[in-house]
């Protein structure tokens, strides 16, 4: 077995770690493939707030099943799962009301415990979600990070009379646009960088707006006859944005923020009370998990087109460094553990 490890920031090893079985109530999962994230970088940086090093990262991944722990009962070996990474306490208040993403106990796997890059790991049981073998690894994989748009969607209600505006055109911004048009609503995404926007258009998006050369506001104030957007999602992480979102949402509007900052930024009570908003902030997802695979399954989501690398294990360093060095060209690297 060998395993993707941060020994500190700015230092990855690819360690050899010895094998054991599942415990009662947990799977062994040979892993096939997996997604590098931003959170991946921020733990690799030592910008994670969350991380203790040294720390096996990675927290979307896919494979099959080798082996089940005492208990196990829905689930076999040679079955092909996708993990869930939230780990939840199901005693403190958040999860007694359905909230396990924002558990008072929580664990995220590759952030709080070691993750899923590396060869196998055993893993809770029902974090372990199957999916169709004919799903492939690499598209399975794409489940977590679409888990996220998901859950801010939920959070803020989409339907199709919705208008929809994405701040930010990278990773997150493209799953959310994918999942607001599954929803049929109409999806406008604003974003600095051209290429990003063409990416978006080609994932979905009816209008993109290129904020270095256009007023976002000025764009979006013909929208929902006048109004404004329904639902304004940041993607992009930025304090400043809330602001000019709650000016261009429209009334009875909704905002969800994705993005996490200890920055401070200037809202206006007057605004969000005129217009009656409700802003939202979403975290991870809350068991959403087996609600996209449904969606890749069915070909609701066709997200092949998000993979634009894939590397060997053992070629990570090569990996991050792309991503640091020429983000333009990826929008998601994917390692191969086979």
């Not at 080798?66 to 208040?93: F, I, K, M, N, Q």
Request: net charge negative; charged share 20%.
């Amino acid at each position: 077995m060998v395993a993707l490890t941060v020994e500190k920031p700015h230092v990855l090893a690819l360690k050899p770690e010895a094998a054991t079985g599942p415990a009662a109530g947990e799977v062994l999962l040979r892993v096939h493939r997996a997604g590098i994230c931003g959170s991946d970088l921020h733990i690799y940086h030592g910008s994670n707030p969350f991380a203790v090093y040294p720390r096996v990262i990675g927290h979307e991944f896919s494979g099959e099943v080798e082996a089940v722990g005492e208990g196990v009962t829905h689930l076999a070996p040679g079955d092909h799962v996708v993990v869930d990474p939230v780990v939840s306490c199901g005693r403190c208040y958040a999860c007694r009301v359905g909230r396990t993403n924002v558990c008072a106990n929580l664990e995220v796997f590759g952030v709080h415990r070691d993750g899923g890059f590396r060869n196998r790991l055993a893993v809770p049981a029902a974090n372990a979600v199957k999916v169709d073998p004919n799903l492939p690894y690499a598209i399975a994989a794409l489940a977590e990070p679409f888990s996220i748009a998901a859950n801010v969607l939920s959070r803020t209600g989409i339907d199709a009379g919705d208008t929809v505006l994405v701040y930010g055109a990278g990773t997150v911004g493209l799953t959310v646009t994918q999942v607001v048009k599954l929803h049929g609503a109409r999806c406008i995404v604003a974003d600095l960088d051209e290429a990003r926007l063409e990416r978006a258009r080609g994932f979905g998006a009816d209008v993109v707006i290129n904020s270095r050369t256009t007023s976002v506001p000025d764009a979006v104030r013909d929208e929902n006859d006048g109004l404004g957007p329904t639902i304004v999602i940041d993607g992009a992480g930025v304090p400043a944005l809330l602001e000019e979102a709650c000016r261009v949402a429209s009334p009875a509007g909704r905002i969800g923020l994705l993005g996490f900052s200890p920055a401070p930024c200037n809202i206006s009570q007057q605004e969000i009370v005129k217009k009656e908003l409700t802003l939202v902030g979403s975290r991870l997802n809350r068991r959403l998990l087996p609600q996209v695979i449904g969606w890749l399954e069915s070909g609701k989501l066709n997200p092949a087109g998000m993979i634009t690398q894939t590397f060997a294990a053992d070629q990570a360093a090569d990996a991050f460094k792309l991503i640091e060095t020429d983000p333009s060209s990826t929008i998601k690297v994917q390692l191969s553990f086979d």
